[in-house]
């Protein structure tokens, strides 16, 4: 039977808008020595603005265009910004078949049988765009800046490149600073590049950066760092892309704000996505076993 010092505990935690799902979670939830975050939409707000728009040909608009008719079919926070700018602009959106989500690095669409690539530098390379060295040294110029930056291709030719910017959560400093004062070490986990997750990561305090990591190499890094040290490792992320982690980790934390696959697969799920709710479930875990014992 469920002592009744865990029962009272989920229900005394529901109250400030952490749900856990399980009891036995909170046994867990106090020993952790890994805290492992997603970067976009759980440190920072997710909900990215589009800063530059660089065409190569054409103008703003033309790019805005391009982008936002394949970016129309995707629901990424990123795929938001673009649509939201193009319907700013009162752009008329082009018709798009053949479309394709290329995990962690962006989409792939037909528009008038040609093909159209949006997404990260990767992806360019991973579909034999030629990208000139003016835009690659674009491209360290504005990840200096932390941004997020998208590339643009049409038939293997870069027509522009887009760069969207995403503020950091209030709380998350906090949150990270106290996670440390408990003793637990912190990381970070994100798709996005490099030269931006170490700006973010230095921002707010995180110990460990791994950038452009594929969704599957989430679960990797989680599952490495709970074998190598046998560390007890918390996950917190609020994507369909974190939901292997999330569930592979001793913890898994959703935003309460992410999407439904994260929030089933999450074993807690605080309100409001805010970090420090993330910490206060640590922390009650730890009074609620101090009780049990
Ligand atoms: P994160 O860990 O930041 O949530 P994702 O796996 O969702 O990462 O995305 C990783 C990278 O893939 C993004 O930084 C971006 O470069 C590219 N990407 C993902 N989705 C899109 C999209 N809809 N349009 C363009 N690029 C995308
Ligand atoms: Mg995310």
């Known amino acids: 039977a469920t002592p009744t010092a865990v ?27 890994v805290a492992a975050f997603d970067k976009t939409g759980t440190i920072t707000e997710g909900k990215p603005e589009v800063d530059d ?34 319907k700013e602009l009162n752009l008329d959106l082009a018709q798009t078949s053949e ?12 528009i008038n049988s040609k093909e159209v690539l949006a997404g990260n530098l990767a992806l360019m390379e991973s579909y034999d765009v030629q990208v000139s060295q003016e835009a690659i040294d674009k491209y360290h110029e504005l990840e200096k800046l ?25 709380n998350s400093k906090r949150a990270i600073d106290e996670l440390h004062n408990m003793g637990v070490e ?34 990797d890094i989680v599952k490495k760092t709970q074998a190598n040290n046998t560390k007890k490792v918390l996950f917190v992320g609020d994507g369909i892309n974190d939901a292997p982690a999330l569930t592979q980790a001793d913890i898994g934390v959703a935003m309460g704000n992410g999407t439904d696959i994260a ?9 409001e996505g805010d970090l420090e709710n993330v910490v206060a479930a640590v922390q009650f875990s730890k009074k609620v076993m101090r009780r049990i014992k």
């Open 7 to 33: 029962t009272v505990g989920v229900g005394r935690a529901a109250e400030y808008g952490i749900l856990i799902k399980n009891g036995d979670t909170l046994e867990n939830a106090g020993q952790i020595d």
């Open 53 to 86: 728009i660089l065409p190569y040909e054409g103008s703003d608009e033309d790019l805005i265009r391009l982008a936002a008719s394949v970016e129309q079919n995707s629901t990424h926070p990123i795929a938001k910004a673009i649509v939201n700018r193009a």
């Open 99 to 110: 479309f394709e989500n290329v995990t962690g690095k962006g989409l792939k669409a037909e």
């Open 146 to 170: 932390s941004k997020t930056i998208i590339f643009l291709a049409q038939d293997k030719t870069v027509k522009g490149i887009l760069s969207l910017s995403d503020k950091i959560k209030a």
């Open 186 to 219: 912190t990381y970070m986990l994100t798709g996005d590049n490099e030269s931006t997750a170490l700006n973010v990561a230095r921002e707010v305090g995180i110990d460990n950066v791994e950038a452009q990591v594929l969704p599957e190499n989430k679960l």
């Open 263 to 271: 929030m089933e697969s999450g074993d807690i799920v605080v309100m």
